[in-house]
């Protein structure tokens, strides 16, 4: 028992993501006004990207900037060395979300302006359906 509970607090910031996804999943499913879902929607990307940001960390690991002569005499220890892909594809995985969330703004404000109003089943009811 005391295992299962130090690898559990071990594993605190896994732990902590987990529980960002569901609140924006429970935003996106559970909610009626589109704002809230996009706000959900926000909250579950930045959830995933701190998974991955963390899941690229290395206690005690070095940067990636090498010395050419050093690496091609002696090689490369990658297990002193961060790798540097996670981060990058998250920096490009934040520019999407921002751009995604301009865009899904600017619609909700045309639906707005159509529909008077942002809840889901008003808008439905409107549509006829």
Same mark, same amino acid.
């Given at each position: 028992m005391e295992?299962?509970?130090?690898?559990?607090?071990?594993?605190? #910031?896994?732990?902590?993501?987990?529980?960002?996804?569901m609140i924006? !999943?429970?935003?996106?499913?559970?909610?009626? #006004?589109?704002?809230?879902?996009?706000?959900?929607? #926000?909250? !579950?990307?930045?959830?995933?990207?701190?998974? !991955?940001? *963390?899941?690229?960390?290395?206690?005690?690991?070095?940067?990636?900037?090498?010395?050419?002569?050093k690496a091609?005499?002696?090689?490369?220890?990658?297990?002193?060395?961060? #790798?540097?892909?996670?981060?990058?594809?998250?920096?490009?995985?934040?520019?999407? *979300?921002?751009?995604?969330?301009?865009?899904?703004?600017?619609?909700?404000?045309?639906?707005?302006?159509?529909?008077?109003?942002?809840?889901?089943?008003?808008?439905?009811?409107?549509?006829?359906?």
């Amino acid at each position: 028992m005391e295992q299962f509970t130090a690898s559990i607090i071990a594993k605190y #910031n896994y732990w902590i993501y987990v529980t960002l996804m569901m609140i924006g !999943f429970y935003a996106m499913i559970g909610k009626r #006004n589109l704002v809230k879902k996009l706000i959900g929607m #926000n909250i !579950f990307q930045t959830a995933i990207i701190l998974m !991955f940001v *963390s899941s690229g960390v290395k206690i005690g690991a070095k940067i990636p900037i090498l010395d050419k002569h050093k690496a091609l005499e002696h090689g490369i220890g990658v297990a002193g060395v961060v #790798n540097p892909l996670p981060h990058v594809l998250m920096l490009t995985a934040i520019v999407v *979300s921002v751009s995604v969330t301009g865009v899904a703004l600017a619609i909700l404000l045309r639906i707005y302006r159509k529909y008077g109003t942002l809840d889901e089943d008003e808008i439905l009811e409107k549509l006829g359906k």
